[in-house]
């Protein structure tokens, strides 16, 4: 019944609406039909006057005198049933009268009459008037006038059930129509909710129906895909952990037995992967603040190549202790709309890939140039590289060209998807491309504040 309930709502409000309607038309009509036709009626009055009143200038300018006129002239005019003839001279003296076929000077109850006059003019002069009266039983229109008008309403009222048997069909029909989609949109979020996260609506077009209906799939493609995405986070920081909690364990409980000692440098290798345990946490914290954005930044204007060039001075450091040569060519002047400790903590983990990649004595290069109105800030090296399948991979969270070499050298795999939230934070993009030094070169854009353009 709930399903049914639209269809027969929308019938119903379309049968209405042609009640309504033909209702409106009826006494629209009704009403213009009334007084249009008494006008008619009254014009057509005033034309027969007109005549009359012609017709006894014609008797007078002969006859010379209204005592011939009038008796000539009476015997000549066409009286109906109900239409009575009166005439006067120029001093408004009656003259001469003719009566109706009912031989009654005066009218009876429940006669009405309607009554035109016309001059009756002889060479210029008005030498008398023609009055013309009209009497009907019951009101001005006749029994003719009076089957047109109910012969016309019955008709509209012909017209109107016609109207609203169609309506309602075709309100049935059109609701039915919408009533569709809507139910296939609620089967499927029932479906949806009974644990079925594969259906969809299936639906598509250019009506609004069928957009909700895209839309609706849009929706749940996007809640199913964050589905996944939590549930590969779960994965994978479960796969992180898993790694040095279980060489903490082995070790701690290899030293509670007496299978290794307890010295320095087992105490070494727990400390070492309990920093690198709480490194990765706080890893992933800050990714997922910046993706849910709860991260703050604050968005001033900066000049980026100071900000470059201080990310670059922060790592020269690591460069310099892992054995690689550092190249920076950073275009002075350049100044952006961003947050400066961002844009370097984005810098700083490029070059620290870029030196995790990077064989000892190869080369990191640094530079910040202008294109149009976009800053392009590249970090190259002469690493491994990053084969072009894995191009668009690069900047997922936990993802490693190399695992066993990255884990060994304590990568987090986290820093490239850090990046690319900030960046993308900045209105900018970033891509990753082979290098003309032999490796990789991950390039950044960001728009140039608006003086810049």
């Keep these: 019944m709930r399903h049914r309930s639209l269809p027969f709502r929308l019938a119903v409000a379309f049968a209405a609406v042609a009640v309504a309607t033909a209702v409106i038309a009826a006494v629209v009509l009704t009403v213009t039909w009334q007084r249009q036709f008494e006008r008619y009626i009254e014009r057509g009055l005033q034309d027969r006057a007109a005549e009359i009143a012609d017709y006894f200038a014609v008797q007078y300018e002969r006859a010379g005198d209204w005592d011939t006129a009038a008796s000539t002239g009476l015997l000549h005019v066409a009286v109906s049933a109900d239409l009575r003839v009166q005439l006067f001279d120029d001093t408004g003296e009656l003259i001469a009268r003719t009566v109706d076929g009912s031989a009654e000077e005066e009218p009876s109850a429940g006669w009405t009459e309607v009554t035109a006059e016309a001059d009756i003019v002889v060479s210029g002069e008005v030498v008398g008037t023609a009055i013309v009266t009209q009497r009907t039983r019951g009101g001005i229109f006749t029994e003719r006038d009076e089957w047109l008008r109910q012969t016309s309403l019955w008709a509209l009222g012909l017209a109107a059930a016609i109207a609203v048997a169609l309506a309602s069909v075709a309100g049935a029909l059109y609701s039915r129509g919408i009533a569709r989609p809507i139910e296939a949109v609620t089967r499927t979020a029932e479906r949806i909710r009974a644990g079925d996260r594969s259906a969809r609506t299936g639906m598509s077009g250019g009506d609004p129906v069928a957009d909700l209906g895209a839309t609706f799939d849009q929706m749940a493609d996007a809640v199913e895909a964050e589905r996944r995405f939590e549930q590969q986070l779960t994965a994978d920081v479960a796969h992180e952990l898993r790694t040095p909690l279980q060489a903490i364990q082995a070790t701690v409980e290899a030293m ?50 100071a900000t470059v ?41 490029l070059l620290s890939n870029a030196a995790r990649y990077t064989p000892e ?35 997922t969270r936990f993802w490693r060209a190399d ?51």
């Design 256 to 305: 509670q037995d007496g299978v290794l000692p307890t010295d320095e440098e087992r105490l070494s290798l727990i400390h070492d992967e309990t920093v690198r345990l709480g490194r990765l946490t706080q890893s992933i914290l800050e990714l997922s603040r910046l993706e849910t954005g709860a991260a703050p930044f604050t968005l001033s204007p900066i000049d980026l190549s």
């Design 361 to 395: 004595g190869g080369v990191v290069r640094v530079r910040l140039l202008r294109e149009g109105a976009e800053a392009v800030i590249e970090v190259a090296d002469s690493g491994i590289g990053v084969a072009e399948d894995d191009r668009d991979k690069v900047f």
């Design 309 to 349: 060039a201080l990310a670059v001075e922060n790592s020269r450091a690591l460069m310099e202790s892992t054995g690689h040569r550092l190249e920076e060519s950073v275009a002075p002047g350049l100044r952006a709309h961003g947050d400066a400790d961002r844009l370097i903590q984005a810098v700083g983990n």
């Design 403 to 453: 695992p066993a070499r990255t884990r060994a050298s304590g990568g987090l795999g986290i820093g490239l998807a850090v990046v690319r939230e900030i960046v993308e934070r900045h209105g900018g993009r970033v891509g990753a491309h082979p290098s003309d030094l032999g490796g990789a070169a991950f390039v950044v854009r960001l728009p140039l504040s608006g003086d810049e353009r």
